[in-house]
């Protein structure tokens, strides 16, 4: 019964986000070309990449930082900082994606992270979107030979995330795991409806979409200091690796404020957590 109640609202979700997505497919764009050039893609094919966002330089000096962080750890630990390294799958013999290292929070023991400007890339997810959208979470995933990765999927249905990996190190074919997207299948995709059907016949409720338009698949291939950003509500996921092959990625979360977001008990709980960081800057309005 429970399967059949969250189907159903994720069937609303998305339905009344294509309504939402319609609405917004004439919006014009800012003053500035070089945003409305990004937004303009991120709109209509879901991704966008931006080589040479960080410098080599950068990427190494960072990467090196968090490798420090992270060797003590063989298991999930909370730091006193607030930074949290997390295994995935731990605990959870042939778990997909297990052993990827996620990093939350990165920005709370790094301040070189933390002082990484992003506010173009605010602008563009704005700009894209045409509503109000707060950045929230900066994180890292380590993938060591990670060969069992998650299959194609979106985040959710609400809030609508979007997310900026940076990758630290050359991720330069297939088999170092890139990014990989369904161009436009963020909007008005029949392939989000059909997986949500047949996910209820499977043995968990879950936002997997093994369904999809392949032909439409883009692997982020890029190297060190590459940006890409994607909008979360595509249908992708992470390649599987190569034996012996590594990939760094800095992650940027962004969520779009919508009313629609309070129709989910996970999106309302992100918002309060949310709204709590961002007390002092009232950047978050209230339920
Ligand atoms: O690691 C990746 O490239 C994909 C990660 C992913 O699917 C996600 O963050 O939702």
């Known amino acids: 019964m429970k399967k059949l109640i969250v189907t159903i609202q994720n069937l609303v979700s998305i339905l009344a986000q294509d309504f939402i997505n319609f609405i917004h497919l004439f919006d014009g764009y800012g003053s500035n070309d070089k945003v409305n050039a990004y937004a303009k893609t991120l709109r209509k094919e879901s991704i966008i990449t931006i080589p040479n966002f960080m410098t080599e330089a950068e990427c190494e000096a960072i990467k090196k930082k968090v490798e420090a962080l992270i060797k003590p750890y063989d298991k999930t630990t909370t730091l006193p900082s607030g930074t949290v390294v997390r295994i995935r799958g731990e605990n959870k013999e042939g778990a997909s994606d297990g052993g990827m290292l996620d990093v939350f929070y990165l920005d709370k023991t790094l301040p070189e992270v933390a002082n990484i400007d992003d506010s173009m890339l605010q602008e563009i997810v704005e700009t894209t ?42 991720v330069t074919d297939t088999s170092f795991g890139p990014y990989s997207l369904i161009k436009g299948s963020h909007r008005f995709s029949p392939y989000i409806y059909l997986n949500f059907v047949r996910n209820l016949f499977s043995k968990r409720v879950s936002t997997d979409m093994p369904l999809n338009n392949q032909s439409k698949a883009y692997h982020a291939i890029g190297k060190k200091g590459t940006l890409i950003l994607s909008n979360q509500n595509a249908i992708h996921r992470g390649l599987p690796q190569a034996p012996g092959k590594t990939r760094m990625a800095l992650v940027f979360n962004y969520m779009v404020i919508s009313k629609l977001s309070y129709l989910h008990q996970a999106a309302k709980d992100d918002l309060k957590q949310l709204r709590m960081v961002n007390q002092e800057k009232k950047e978050v309005p209230a339920m």
């Open 129 to 170: 979107t045409k509503q109000k959208v707060v950045h929230y979470r900066r994180n890292a995933y380590i993938n060591k030979e990670i060969l069992n990765t998650r299959g194609y999927h979106i985040d959710n249905t609400q809030p609508i995330i979007f997310k900026a990996f940076i990758y630290l190190t050359d």
